[in-house]
C-alpha cells in the first residue's frame, strides 16, 4: 500500500503562551465601559477614564447595596 501523503502540522510547544483580549485591544479608540446588571433586568452602564480598580471602585460602590455578594 502507498503512504498516505499528509501535511505536517506545526509542533506544538509544550506550554503554549496565553494571549488575553483585553492585551491585544488596548488603546484602539475605544472608550472603557463598565456594564452592571441586576437579576430582575435592571442595569447601570458607565463609560469609564481607563480600566483601573481605583476608577471602577467607586462606579460599583454607589450601585450595589452594601452587603451585597459579588
Do not use: D, Y
Not at 433586568?41 to 450601585?63: D, F, K, R, W, Y
Amino acid at each position: 500500500m502507498p503512504a498516505r501523503n499528509r501535511k505536517k502540522r506545526p509542533k506544538r510547544s509544550a506550554s503554549p503562551v496565553k494571549r488575553r483580549f483585553w492585551t491585544r485591544h488596548a488603546g484602539q479608540g475605544k472608550p472603557p465601559i463598565l456594564g452592571l446588571i441586576q437579576r430582575g433586568g435592571q442595569g447601570v452602564i458607565q463609560m469609564l477614564e481607563n480600566v483601573q480598580q481605583a476608577t471602577a471602585q467607586p462606579v460599583i460602590q454607589s450601585t450595589i447595596a452594601p452587603g451585597t455578594l459579588i
